[in-house]
């Protein structure tokens, strides 16, 4: 059987909502806003799963708290047996979670050349790259480029040629999993497909586990195997990618998955329009969070908040999910 390799659990995080003398006169409740509201799951070895929402709704802020880069307000995280929540040696985990950033050219020092770049990983960790050269350019080559790139710069390259250098990096010291923020952000779809192949090929050879941050859903079923939506710092439903695209159980994911575009010209779908706006954080709705978008809400939503019910593959938060039979 197949053992989780992060497990998460009643995660929060919060961000300061009030500073200088407002903070001190406030009371504790408004000093701060949750951006993550009690977050748990589990990501299994070698599985990709994928995180989708809304902006805002808390994706970044959930992988850069699994990798130590925010700290928790509440919950525990587990990588393997390691507990992440009691300050670990972050300095050993990040050599084995390594983490692709949304901007593929900015997160590349642009004063280091491609070979510096790829070759950084070893020279903060104490490894030592054997050949420094040969190994940037065998790095370079699983990434899809070729040796011709290594004197390059940052600024030389291209969206996705700077994303292949970023996976490139994420990889040089064979990490047991990838933090990917967005990999297809900004890219031409043509590139965007490149991409998802690197990826899915790099996950076949090295049975890499992937918790991919995006809001494209149309990469999903190629690179996927299950998907949490997210909503308003919350988990709103959690299950395999199929199911979740094809019969969505919570009211938002099926709006969420109604907006996407049908590449098909002659599929129909109808899509469901969400009354409102998304709320701040500073003023969460009472109950259910989105009961006041929801086409479905009744009374009680607003009174109760409800719970991450599992039910086979697949968990939605929701006191009347969509039938499974509609």
């Known amino acids: 059987m197949t053992q989780p390799i992060l497990k998460l659990r009643d995660v929060v995080v919060e961000f300061p909502a009030l500073r200088g003398l407002k903070a001190l006169m406030a009371p504790r409740d408004a000093r701060h806003v949750q951006a993550l509201n009690g977050i748990s799951l589990e990501v299994m070895r070698g599985e990709t799963l994928a995180i989708v929402g809304e902006s805002g709704s808390g994706k970044t802020t959930l992988a850069r708290a699994i990798n130590g880069l925010l700290p928790l307000a509440g919950g525990e995280i587990w990588f393997k047996d390691i507990a992440l929540h009691q300050r670990p040696d972050w300095h050993d985990i990040r050599r084995q979670m390594a983490m692709m950033f949304q901007d593929p050219v900015g997160s590349l020092s642009p004063r280091k050349t491609v070979r510096d770049l790829v070759l950084e990983p ?71 497909g490149e991409i998802l192949n690197l990826l899915n090929a790099i996950k076949a ?101 409800p719970e991450l019910t599992q039910s086979g593959p697949r968990a939605v938060s929701c006191h009347y999910p969509i039938s499974e039979n509609t």
Do not use: W
């Open 122 to 192: 070893f020279a903060i960790h104490g490894r030592k790259a054997g050949n420094p050269t040969e190994t940037a350019a065998r790095l370079l080559e699983d990434a899809g480029l070729n040796a011709d790139f290594l004197n390059r710069y940052p600024h030389q390259l291209s969206g996705g040629q700077a994303r292949r250098v970023g996976v490139a990096r994420a990889l040089a010291l064979n990490p047991a999993v990838v933090l990917a923020d967005e990999p297809t952000a900004g890219l031409d779809v043509s590139v965007q």
């Open 205 to 305: 050879e090295h049975g890499l586990t992937t918790v991919i941050i995006t809001h494209n859903l149309n990469i999903l079923r190629h690179i996927a195997d299950r998907i949490a939506v997210m909503y308003l710092g919350r988990i709103v439903e959690i299950g395999p990618v199929t199911q979740i695209m094809e019969a969505p159980r919570h009211p938002y994911t099926a709006a969420l998955m109604s907006a996407n575009p049908e590449p098909d010209p002659t599929t129909r779908r109808e899509r469901i329009i969400l009354s409102g706006e998304t709320p701040a954080l500073t003023s969460r709705p009472t109950g259910c969070e989105f009961h006041p978008r929801c086409p479905v809400a009744r009374d009680d939503c607003s009174a109760r908040v």
